[in-house]
């Protein structure tokens, strides 16, 4: 795993969203990318990924990049590949950006399953500071009592020991994308940073999202099967 930084802005604050359920988290850090104003800074390479890019609207959609908003000093971690197998190194990484980048916290953005009475529209947290906690409190924002935290967001809370990490969670029905889910957190995200976003017209234009990532995904995974088609060929 190789990190390339090209700009290096300093107490900022992190905020990544991997793939998971609902894929929440990818299509959250979609949004901050596409309505602030912010620029690549770098990527994150993993050398034994499918050796395959998704292209959209005529532009390479980088499977790990890294973006920078000036104006609320934000580091936005967007990815659109799975670090399956990787979760712990992954965390590492991201550990080790923020304590370069002097990070004031890092904000992790996951889905999680809501139960069957649930109409999906809650937003939890969970923090391991106390003073970012009330602030949570203070928004009317719940937090998670009880849950199991896998993946990425996992590995990052147990790796980023001496830095201020906190969790928002949306409930989400279903595995499918779920751009409603991930608009919630952007409006409790907005609550939280104070960034005076108007986050209302995000809710209608969700369903555009979540048609692009169906796209790059649905054609991510055809690449992979021709490639592992391909891979039987040869050997058969």
Request: aromatic residues 8%.
């Amino acid at each position: 795993m190789e990190v390339k930084l090209w700009k290096k802005p300093k107490n900022c604050t992190i905020v990544e969203g991997f793939p998971g359920f609902g894929l929440v988290g990818t299509i959250a850090t979609e949004f901050l990318i596409d309505h602030l104003k912010t620029e690549q800074i770098g990527k994150i390479l993993l050398d034994d990924a499918p050796a395959m890019v998704a292209i959209h609207g005529n532009k390479i959609v980088e499977p790990l990049g890294i973006f920078y908003n000036q104006k609320y000093n934000l580091v936005i971690i967007h990815a659109i590949t799975a670090a399956t197998h990787h979760e712990w190194e992954m965390g590492s990484t991201i550990s080790k950006i923020a304590s370069d980048l002097n990070v004031n916290e890092i904000l992790s953005l996951e889905g999680v399953g809501s139960g069957e009475k649930s109409q999906g529209s809650r937003v939890f947290y969970y923090s391991n500071n106390d003073k970012n906690s009330k602030l949570f409190e203070k928004l009317k924002i719940e937090s998670l009592k009880e849950g199991i935290i896998i993946g990425v967001t996992g590995a990052v809370l147990l790796r980023a020991e001496k830095i201020p990490v906190s969790c928002l969670f949306a409930e989400t029905h279903s595995n499918l994308p779920d751009s409603k889910a991930a608009a919630k957190l952007i409006e409790a995200l907005d609550k939280y940073l104070g960034m005076d976003l108007d986050y209302k017209p995000l809710l209608e234009q969700a369903q555009k999202f979540e048609t692009k990532l169906k796209t790059i995904l649905q054609k991510g995974q055809e690449a992979q099967d021709i490639s592992d088609k391909k891979k039987l060929s040869y050997l058969g």
